[in-house]
């Protein structure tokens, strides 16, 4: 029966052979016309498709077939700014330590890059030959996608380094010494001549190939996981843990690391480095800090996997947000500091008004007054480390400015900064820094002499509020700087410290920070202009762990309020909510936590993994509280009563 209705529909005389253009096996297809009668039926049935869809079912298949293409829309909505072109190769299938997740790992990493924009060709479980072939063509077909395409790599599977360079393995690789493996294993560095020879915008080589030698036992070295590879410029090299260490293959159907960037990557609005920053955290939660995944960047340029960049905020005007910090200032300074910068500006007649409103005017010269009668001895004052409370208790004095102090053994030492205002921020260009603006410190506040150390931070570990041991990514622990702490972390060691001393400890507000930080100057750097090996920790300021890792804390010199390593070493976590800019931002030091970005905390100071133009002391950025670095750590501040 369904023979016959198909003749009806279809007759064979109507058939016609049309050749595909891409058949490789040059196959030929039969495309079938619709005889007389079929014509007929068909255009019944369109018409009867008509008026259902002019009715109710219409509007909702309507408002569905919106939704469904806005999701895509969005979804895919960079892969039309740029062609973007992936080889995705799992390996599992080993003759010697299968493994079980490479080839699921390759599937679900395909499907993502194929719903985020990507021409993916994919293949699972490759010999030597077939994999070099595969990379071949992901070249050609790079190069025909042009300058602006966007290429990636990825891999699954087993991974070796023999001195210092990188081999995937190939199913069938027939290795018994380490010399065998230049011959059965394919290079890494093979990918990236490969991509480099294209002239891709932008390149990545993602590698969740740091699973254990299978051939250990054979190798003269026992260097663990891959090597670090630089990488060229416009490309970031991806690793599914630190260089020289071990990844899981994991227990579920993906391994972390793979399962983790498959989903962070189809987030909107999110950067290419926070992309793989948050992959970094979150492996790191789930593995309990067994697995750290790393990157080798030299990338030029934006790029989102899952979205467009939001557009840009204008800049703000300056001038004018400079003038209204000061404008009901009652310091003729702040008004002689806005006519050196503006001396033409639009609101100077004003400035030099007010300026000879607060000037007091020349005093006349007049005959000394006859000594006044010698004073009444003052009464004896109270012991300087006391007040006396109304109730006739006593409560400590708070300390002066320039005073240290240490609440507890195991707490940070503090050093207390007197009150005072200064400028905020740059007129440099930077939207983010500027615009410069006036902030009133009215009160001295405590703030730590340097960053949270190891130490310090396993005291907290020990009374069981600090929940981990954090790595030190084998630079030493002590008088280190702690590493990979969130901003969630931070808070949580100042709760204990609160709890331990029964004193308002808490995070810095940024412009505590940066009042701090700059200790009375208004240069770049608290020391001046210049960069100057014997001050700062930072990627080419000069010093002996430049780009390299952290150095003891105190190694440089203390600022004119006796802090150390405010600049570099690592960068430090803020109380304040991200914004784009110092517009509207609070003129009396409090943290700003009304508007702007609360799903990102504000870092500064730069760090030993930075340029100097970073460990500035106006330079800023942000990162999700959750993220945790090995250049980002901490310092405290204590609010001091009266």
Request: glycine share 10%.
């Amino acid at each position: 029966m369904r023979r016959e209705a198909a003749r009806e529909w279809f007759p064979a005389s109507t058939a016609y052979p049309l050749r595909p253009r891409r058949f490789i096996n040059r196959t030929e297809s039969r495309f079938l016309l619709p005889s007389a009668r079929g014509w007929a039926k068909m255009r019944g049935m369109r018409a009867a498709r008509g008026r259902l869809m002019n009715g109710w079912w219409g509007t909702v298949a309507r408002t569905l077939g919106a939704a469904a293409l806005a999701a895509a829309v969005s979804m895919g909505a960079a892969a039309a700014a740029e062609p973007r072109v992936a080889l995705v190769i799992g390996n599992g299938e080993y003759a010697s330590l299968p493994l079980s997740n490479p080839v699921n790992d390759a599937r679900l990493m395909a499907n993502t890059l194929r719903e985020l924009g990507f021409q993916v060709i994919e293949h699972q479980n490759l010999s030597q030959k077939a994999m070099k072939r595969a990379i071949r063509t992901f070249g050609d077909r790079l190069e025909k996608a042009g300058a602006e395409s966007v290429g990636l790599f990825y891999y699954a599977g087993h991974g070796v380094q023999v001195d210092g360079h990188n081999y995937l393995i190939p199913i069938g690789a027939d290795i018994d010494r380490e010399s065998d493996v230049d011959i059965e294993a394919v290079s890494a560095n093979v990918v990236l001549k490969t991509m480099a020879r294209a002239f891709t915008r932008l390149n990545f080589v993602i590698l969740d190939a740091c699973r254990d030698n299978p051939y250990k036992r054979s190798f003269r070295s026992s260097v663990r996981g891959l090597a670090r590879m630089d990488a060229p410029r416009g490309t970031l090299v991806a690793y599914a843990t630190s260089p020289g260490d071990v990844a899981a293959d994991g227990t579920a159907a993906n391994s972390p690391y793979t399962e983790v960037l498959s989903r962070v990557m189809r987030q909107p609005g999110l950067s290419a480095e926070i992309v793989f920053r948050r992959t970094r955290t979150e492996v790191m939660e789930v593995t309990g800090d067994r697995q750290v995944p790393w990157e080798e960047s030299s990338l030029t340029g934006d790029f989102f996997f899952g979205g467009e960049a939001p557009p840009p905020q204008a800049p703000a005007d300056r001038e004018t947000v400079f003038w209204e910090s000061i404008r009901d200032s009652d310091d003729p300074a702040d008004f002689q500091a806005y006519l050196d910068r503006y001396p033409d500006g639009e609101f100077a007649s004003l400035a030099r008004n007010r300026l000879a409103a607060l000037t007091p005017p020349p005093v006349a010269a007049v005959m000394p007054a006859p000594p006044p009668p010698a004073p009444t001895p003052a009464p004896a004052p109270e012991p300087p480390s006391t007040l006396k409370h109304p109730a006739g208790g006593m409560l400590p004095r708070p300390p002066e400015p320039g005073t240290g102090f240490q609440d507890c053994p195991e707490c940070p030492p503090m050093v207390v900064v007197p009150a005072g205002s200064f400028f905020m921020g740059t007129d440099s260009g930077d939207p983010a820094e500027g615009p410069l603006h006036k902030v009133v410190i009215a009160e001295p506040f405590a703030i730590a002499r340097h960053e949270v150390t190891f130490d310090q931070w396993a005291a907290c570990v020990a009374d069981g509020a600090c929940r981990r041991r954090n790595s030190d990514r084998g630079w030493g622990r002590g008088d280190r700087p702690v590493l990979f702490v969130s901003w969630n972390n931070a808070q949580s060691y100042v709760d204990w410290l609160r709890r331990k001393t029964g004193k308002p400890y808490r995070l810095p507000s940024e412009a505590e920070w940066e009042y701090a930080a700059r200790a009375g100057t208004a240069s770049r750097f608290w020391w001046g202009d210049e960069v100057d090996e014997a001050y700062a920790n930072c990627r080419g300021c000069g010093s002996l762990w430049d780009g390299a890792g952290t150095g003891p804390v105190e190694s440089f010199p203390a600022n004119a309020f006796g802090l150390h390593e405010m600049l570099g070493n690592v960068a430090e976590w803020v109380a304040d909510c991200w914004h784009g800019s110092y517009d509207g931002a609070p003129g009396d030091g409090r943290p700003w936590v009304r508007g702007g970005d609360c799903d990102r905390r504000v870092v500064r100071g730069g760090s030993w993994f930075v340029a100097p133009d970073q460990a500035s002391a106006a330079s800023r950025t942000a990162f999700d509280p959750r993220d945790r670095e090995d250049y980002i750590g901490f310092r405290v501040v204590r609010s001091l009563g009266r």
